[in-house]
């Protein structure tokens, strides 16, 4: 299984544009990825226009054929414009 949360600062003015674009892509995984486990952004509570996307593939395949998928490369690149700078990925193992 791979688990991450990625963090992220949205350029001001976009957040709207940020979350239509979000929600469109969890809908679009949820419908279309039987392998992608866990699919859900959240605004972050302390920290003006920060966001976070938690992802849970069933393995490193599935994430990559996300990142191959037709709606992510149609989603995904406007969603990246709204970003202030990148992203930061924090990768979570299980305790089993």
Request: hydrophobic fraction near 45%; include cysteine.
């Given at each position: 299984?791979?688990?991450?949360?990625?963090?992220?600062?949205?350029?001001?003015?976009?957040?709207?544009?940020?979350?239509?674009?979000?929600?469109?892509?969890?809908?679009?995984?949820?419908?279309?990825?039987?392998?992608?486990?866990?699919?859900?952004?959240?605004k972050l509570r302390d920290e003006?226009?920060?966001?976070?996307?938690?992802?849970?593939?069933?393995?490193?395949?599935?994430?990559?054929?996300?990142r191959d998928t037709p709606h992510?490369?149609?989603?995904?690149?406007?969603?990246?414009?709204?970003l202030d700078g990148g992203y930061?990925?924090?990768?979570?193992?299980?305790?089993?």
């Open positions: 299984m791979m688990t991450f949360i990625a963090r992220m600062k949205i350029k001001p003015g976009r957040e709207e544009e940020f979350v239509a674009l979000a929600r469109r892509l969890t809908a679009a995984v949820h419908a279309n990825e039987p392998d992608t486990l866990r699919y859900e952004f959240f003006p226009l920060g966001y976070a996307v938690l992802e849970q593939f069933t393995d490193e395949a599935a994430e990559e054929a996300h992510f490369h149609e989603i995904a690149p406007d969603l990246i414009e709204c930061e990925r924090e990768f979570l193992d299980s305790l089993d």
